[in-house]
């Protein structure tokens, strides 16, 4: 009985395994930056539209802006100008968020896509505080920043109607 085994199968399965080993080296030749920052930002333009068929469903677009305060070992657009554009679908001050977020400082800026939830919570004074968390990605830059990709978390709270802070921290690098 002649067995034959044909060379296809194994030289594929080489060609794929040097696929993921480039890949995974030139991934891992990129040194990731962490970062994180604490932004303070203020209403320029808040647009709320109630809806009407549940109590307090609102639809709101605004733009805050502010300013970017780097607070980990790496410094990353300290003092940086903050443009966030967020558009909300809240009942109650309770649903989902997406925002473009643009920090610049003279030529550079990273732009950020946030995707997260705002929450009501009541304090133990009994007074409601809207908080709100999620997460980012780079979707684009300029400068020293042109090729970012990276990713992230924030969390934040408003301590007026048209002011915010917010903690956030990450990664990125610039890809070559």
């Not at 605004?62 to 909300?88: P, Q």
């Not at 929450?119 to 968390?133: I, N």
């Not at 020293?144 to 109607?161: A, N, T």
């Amino acid at each position: 009985m002649q067995t034959h085994t044909s060379k296809r199968p194994v030289a594929l399965l080489i060609a794929i395994a040097l696929l993921f080993t480039v890949g995974a080296t030139s991934l891992m030749g990129q040194e990731m930056n962490k970062i994180s920052g604490k932004m303070t930002l203020a209403a320029e333009t808040q647009e709320t539209v109630n809806i009407g068929d549940a109590d307090g469903h609102t639809i709101t677009f605004s733009v805050f802006e502010g300013t970017n305060f780097s607070i980990g070992v790496r410094k990353f657009m300290d003092g940086a100008h903050v443009v966030n554009v967020a558009f909300s679908d809240l009942v109650k001050y309770n649903g989902p968020h997406q925002t473009y977020t643009t920090i610049s400082k003279k030529d550079d800026a990273v732009i950020a896509e946030c995707q997260g939830k705002t929450m009501t919570k009541m304090s133990a004074d009994g007074e409601p505080m809207v908080v709100f968390e999620g997460t980012f990605t780079y979707v684009g830059g300029k400068g020293l920043y042109k090729d970012i990709q990276g990713k992230g978390i924030y969390k934040g709270q408003y301590v007026s109607p048209k002011i915010y802070v917010v903690e956030w921290e990450g990664e990125y690098f610039v890809k070559k």
